[in-house]
């Protein structure tokens, strides 16, 4: 009985609560057993319950008032990025993004495009037919094939303004895949034991590179529209660094797509510090509402090394991406290359360069845009919809993924963990901070497979979200 009259008068103070402006008291105790014929044991566990259920908030001495609303902001801890710096690098960890996933599950974690957007008609028809060349059984020169040498440096000297030299097919460096060539340019570059800059958050297999080679990461903040260019440059003068990693064009994870203005100043400071900017343009072929214009384009003084990959566009089995570099620092890249890995498969180089010289490839890559603008629009919709108490910086212009900030908080491994046992995984934002995260994330691909599932992965994670804050609540109140 007394439950039933303690749910009963809980009921009614919701009523009241919901009519009385934040910060009015509640009557006394007193008061409500007199009004309401109970006990004060009973009113007291109303009162208890509403605390738990964070409608009202006692004042000892004073008594029990409704709740002042607080209009919820996310914290804004960047600035400490520069400030720590990066703690000691740790040791190599399989991320999230390369885990393979049964069919059974919606697989958000991925760093890769769904099969169904990739081109396979060409890519078929141009391994069978390097098969059938001299391709299969020949070794290339050391920095690649030719033709493909020229299609890399014509491709990005066509994006370069009037007045700038376009870079030469003697300044590519043909490499097995993007992440090599970033093992390549931060030892050749950087070297053991010296400071790299790079963004924060940035991506996690630039870290794990930096790790490999030993290099010192000096990490400066960087939001939905990249970095402060003054944080930049202090960075570069408080550590030294001679080098700058980023990702100007729609960055893994964030989607920040630098503005022109912002490149300028970026490569200003780059040039007053005697640096270079290694550019990593992964996300090429995957503008939606803009399109990428490489920072090396406007660059001929040789302070840009621009790294351009297909695998991502093309094809997971085509490892073939470039380094495109002048001046002397190409032959030290072209060195640490071939202490790596010798020479990249002819098989491999001539089937990439058949796919990009058949009239479809501009095709899919036209048509590509219209694809993911389709699942972003779909995620974001059905974020919004479920998971209202996260938010995105901004909607990506381009790129693969979303940067989903939660609230202030929130464990986020415990997180994926609840999602991946409703059947959804996510790969959690820690993994993209080259120091302690600034915030709680998860990064989503709105390019992997079934896009129909969104809305209710989008659910699975605003409930998951939901039972984690109520037990947090709950731990509060105990």
Not at 12 to 18: D, E, F, G, N, S
Not at 260 to 266: E, I, Q
Not at 350 to 373: F, K, M, S
Request: glycine share 8%; aromatic share 6%; net charge neutral.
């Amino acid at each position: 009985m007394s439950d039933d009259s303690s749910g009963r008068l809980v009921a009614v103070l919701r009523q009241w609560i919901a009519t009385a402006p934040p910060g009015a008291r509640l009557p006394s105790t007193r008061a409500l057993v007199a009004e309401h014929g109970v006990s004060p044991v009973t009113v007291q566990k109303a009162l208890r319950t509403l605390g738990a259920q964070g409608m009202v908030e006692s004042r000892p001495g004073v008594g029990t008032f409704v709740r002042t609303v607080r209009v919820p902001r996310a914290h804004d801890h960047g600035w400490q990025t520069a400030a720590l710096g990066a703690p000691p690098l740790r040791g190599p960890r399989l991320s999230t993004a390369l885990r393979t996933t049964s069919n059974d599950v919606i697989a958000l974690h991925s760093g890769y495009p769904d099969r169904e957007l990739l081109p396979e008609r060409l890519v078929r028809a141009a391994f069978t037919r390097a098969a059938r060349s001299d391709a299969a059984v020949s070794r290339p020169p050391a920095a690649g094939l030719p033709e493909l040498q020229a299609w890399f440096a014509g491709e990005l000297g066509a994006a370069g303004p009037v007045g700038v030299a376009p870079p030469s097919p003697s300044d590519v460096i043909v490499v097995p895949g993007s992440q090599s060539g970033l093992s390549t340019a931060f030892r050749a570059l950087v070297g053991a034991g010296r400071p790299l800059v790079v963004e924060s958050p940035t991506y996690w297999g630039a870290i794990l590179a930096a790790g490999q080679a030993g290099v010192q990461l000096v990490p400066v903040p960087s939001g939905p529209h990249g970095p402060d260019p003054d944080e930049l440059a202090r960075a570069f003068a408080r550590s030294g660094a001679r080098a700058f990693y980023a990702q100007p064009s729609f960055s893994n994870p964030t989607g920040a797509h630098w503005s022109p203005t912002l490149a300028d100043a970026v490569l200003d400071v780059v040039r007053q510090h005697g640096a270079f900017l290694i550019e990593d343009d992964w996300a090429h072929d995957f503008g939606i509402t803009a399109d990428p214009v490489p920072i090396a384009a406007r660059d001929d003084s040789g302070h840009v090394v621009y790294l351009r990959s297909l695998t991502k566009s093309m094809s997971p089995a085509v490892r073939i991406a470039a380094v495109i570099a002048r001046g002397p620092a190409r032959e030290r890249l072209l060195a640490a290359a071939q202490a790596e890995s010798m020479y990249v498969s002819t098989l491999l180089q001539a089937a990439a360069y058949d796919v990009v010289t058949q009239p479809g490839w501009r095709t899919h890559v036209t048509g590509l845009r219209q694809q993911l603008a389709a699942r972003r629009d779909l995620m974001v919709r059905a974020l919004a919809e479920h998971v209202p108490t996260a938010s995105l910086d901004a909607v990506p212009a381009g790129g693969l993924n979303l940067w989903l900030r939660l609230p202030d908080g929130t464990d986020v491994l415990a997180l994926a963990r609840g999602c991946e046992s409703a059947g959804v995984v996510v790969a959690p934002g820690d993994e993209w901070f080259p120091a302690e995260p600034t915030g709680a994330y998860v990064r989503l691909n709105y390019a992997g497979p079934d896009p129909g599932s969104f809305p209710e992965a989008a659910r699975i994670i605003g409930e998951t979200l939901e039972t984690l804050e109520m037990a947090s609540r709950r731990r509060l109140s105990d």
